[in-house]
Every structure is written in C-alpha cells, then in structure tokens.
C-alpha cells in the first residue's frame, strides 16, 4: 500500500529530526544538528533492508516517489518565501561578504574533489555489499 | 460582484495549500514553455522555476514590506506551507531513496573534508570584508564571518557573542545572498567544476552548505545528484553554529587582539 512507503518515510524524517534536535541540545547547540541526515541514512537503511528481504513492494515505494517527484515543486515554493528584499537591502558590506564567499568556496570545489579522489580510488576493487562500514571512512 | 470576488479569495484562502499546488504548478508550467521557447531547453525548465520563485519573493517583499516574500500575500500564505520547513524536510529525505549506501560511503572523506574547509573558508571571507569595510572589533568581523557561513549560523553566532541586532541583520543578509547566489548561479557553473557525479554532489554540499541554495542548485542540475548534495548540506549549518560561537570566535579574538 501506498501508505506503507509515505509512513516510512514519515517515521524516518520524525526519528532524524529528533536524533538532530537531541545532538544538538547535548553539544549546547541552538539549532538542529544533521536531522535530515540523519533521516535520509535512516531511509537508505530500512527501505534497503526491506528491500532485501522482500517487503517493501512496488506500490509502497510509491508512496516514497511522489514525494520525490514533489521535491522541485517544494523547492520553487521555497523559493518564493526567501526574504529576497532582504538580501538586496543589506547593503554592499553584505552583498560583498556573501558573494565572495560563495564564489571563493565554488571555486575550490575541483581541488577538494582532486583530494578526496586518489586515496579511495582503489576501493571500488574490494567493495562490499552494503550496510557494512570500514574504519576510518566515516572518521 | 464584490461578494463573488470575497467568496473567491475566502475559498483560496481557506484551502492555502490547495492554491499553493495550483500556483506553483503553473509556474512550473510557465517555466518549462519559457525554458523550451526561449533558451531552447539551455536553461532548465526548473533552474527557471526556481527563479522565478525568487523574483515572486522579492515583489511579495516590496509589495507588503515583508520577510517571508509571497507567503505575507494572505492569498498566497498557503505557499509558507508548501515550501515550509516540514514539507521541505519531507521530500529532502524522500530523495535519499534514488541514492545508493554505497555511493556515499565511497565520498565521505572528500565529504568531511569539504565541510570543515567550507564552513572555515566562508567565516575566513566574510569576516575579511567586514574588515575591509572598517570593523575592528571580533564580535562584529565573528558575526558578520558567520553570516556568510549561512544565514542561520549568522544570527545563532551573534546572538552567542551578543552582537547587536543591527549586526545580525547584516550577517542574515550576507547569508542570503550566499543562499540566492548557489541557487542561481550552480545551474550555470555546474559543467565549470564537473558536477554531474555523487561525488562532486556532496563536495558541493560541503563547501556552500546553505541547504536551500544547494538542494534548489542540484535540482535544476541533475535532481539524482539531490541526495548526495542534501547529506553533507544538512551537516554543514549544525557544524557552523557548533563551531561559529566557539572555535571561530575565540580564534578571531586571539587574532584581532
């Protein structure tokens, strides 16, 4: 049923938003530290685990796949309630110190890439099934 | 008449979400006709959406004088719940579905890494133009550092080190231009520094961590790239206001004196 998926999905997205609220009331933190994160590996975990096991079905993921299909429509009514006047009105000071942010972080994007790139390319050779992790890539 | 017209608008009103679907799909619509006609598809269809999502917010905050954009526009509040928080979080998760353990697990190093250097490199810039433009003292180049950070880690930071509320504004600015500027400007870079694979999707995420910039980007790039960017995102402001407030901060005082 079609539920089963949205349900899932439900439950997955409550339980890591609580796991970021959690993490971030225990560090003194006033914002909420990785619950979508959270969610998502919790997601990648059971859909995979039912999936394996056989019972999560076709129609149940539906329910998980229209709210995919839902994501750029959510994302354009994000959009329309950015404080946009905002951003413009705060003068050049602020206008500056976000840009060039933006633009020295997008720039350095390849060289991290480059970085990560040599020390796990030799990996894909000894891959395991998932839901195992090896120490030291999640360090 | 006048009474039609009331009817009309209660109706709308009443079911906000109802019209925030009918809206945004004709929008939607809009950009997809003006993304074939005009760019002939060069320009996608929702990078087009997403702006014109934006220029909606900025008449809805000249017309009302509001922060929320088109929600302040009682006919259009239903949008808040659209594109709201919950809902947003929702189909962020949802997207986890298309990616693959193994993906991710092949990316967290370069993952990691890109996080802390984002997180530093954006405080480092923005903290250095608040110099530029004459503060001196560490509360304010901290705050201002952390706006461009992101436009949560900004007013989290100043309210921590008790700058004032002129101050947060500015860095929530800063944080928004950063947020407007990814969601813009990655569909136009995105072939420049080759991101079309996970790997790059979560380096992206990394290194611009505003969540709405980054996931509003990678679904006007390829919407399969979503979930890899949205995972290192999403740690991305925690980090900051973890370490906004606390090493940043201290590591500005020791520096300016």
Redesign the interface.
């Known amino acids: 049923m079609i539920i089963y998926g949205v349900a899932l999905l439900s439950i997955c997205t409550l339980l890591g938003v609580l796991i970021g609220d959690l993490l971030g009331a225990a560090i003194g933190v006033k914002a909420n530290v990785g619950g979508v994160g959270f969610a998502m590996l919790l997601l990648l975990f059971f859909s995979e685990h039912l999936k394996s096991s056989g019972r999560f079905v076709q129609q149940s993921s539906q329910g998980v796949a229209f709210w995919t299909a839902m994501y750029i429509p959510i994302v354009v009514a994000m959009a329309a309630q950015q404080n946009v006047l905002g951003a413009i009105k705060g003068g050049p000071m602020a206008l500056i110190a976000g840009a060039l942010a933006t633009v020295v972080c997008f720039a350095l994007i390849p060289v991290i890439d480059r970085i990560g790139r040599p020390e796990l390319e030799p990996q894909p050779a000894e891959q395991q099934p998932s839901g195992q992790h090896r120490p030291g890539e999640t360090a | 008449m006048t009474s039609t017209l009331d009817i009309l608008t209660s109706v709308l009103v009443k079911n906000g979400l109802l019209t ?2 009918a809206v ?2 004709i ?2 619509w809009v950009s997809y006709v003006l993304s074939a006609r005009l760019t002939r598809g060069h320009l996608q269809g ?1 990078a087009l ?10 008449i ?3 017309v009302t004088g509001g ?5 302040d526009i009682k006919l ?1 509040s239903g ?2 719940l ?3 928080a919950m ?16 993906d ?11 996080l802390f ?2 997180v530093v ?2 405080f480092v ?2 903290g250095a ?2 110099m530029a ?1 004459g503060y001196t003292d560490a509360v304010s180049i901290a705050t ?2 952390a ?3 992101t436009y ?1 880690v900004g007013p ?1 930071t100043g ?2 080190i008790g700058a004032s509320s002129e101050l947060i ?15 813009i ?1 990655t569909p136009f ?1 995105a072939k420049y ?3 079309d694979n996970p ?2 999707a979560m ?2 995420g ?4 505003t ?2 910039g980054v ?2 980007g990678l ?1 006007a790039v390829d ?1 399969k790239l ?2 890899y960017g ?3 995102s ?2 991305y ?3 900051g ?2 370490m906004g407030p606390s090493v940043l901060f201290f590591a500005t005082r020791a520096l300016i004196g």
Do not use: E, H
Request: net charge positive; glycine share 18%.
């Open positions: 925030a679907f945004v799909g929008t939607m929702s959406a997403i702006m014109l999502g934006l220029l909606m917010a900025y809805g905050g000249v922060k929320n954009g088109v929600v259009l949008i808040g659209l594109g709201g809902l947003r979080d929702f189909a962020i998760v949802s997207t986890a579905y298309g990616a693959t353990l193994t991710m697990r092949k990316c967290g190093v370069s993952g990691i890494i890109s250097l984002g490199l954006s810039v923005g133009v608040a433009f201002i550092g706006g461009a950070v949560i989290v309210a921590a504004a500015l860095s929530i600015a800063a944080g928004l231009v950063k947020s407007v500027m990814v969601m400007g870079f520094i080759g991101l790997r790059t380096v992206f990394g290194m611009m961590g969540t709405s996931c509003g679904a919407p979503v979930p949205a995972m290192t999403t740690f402001t925690g980090l206001c973890l």
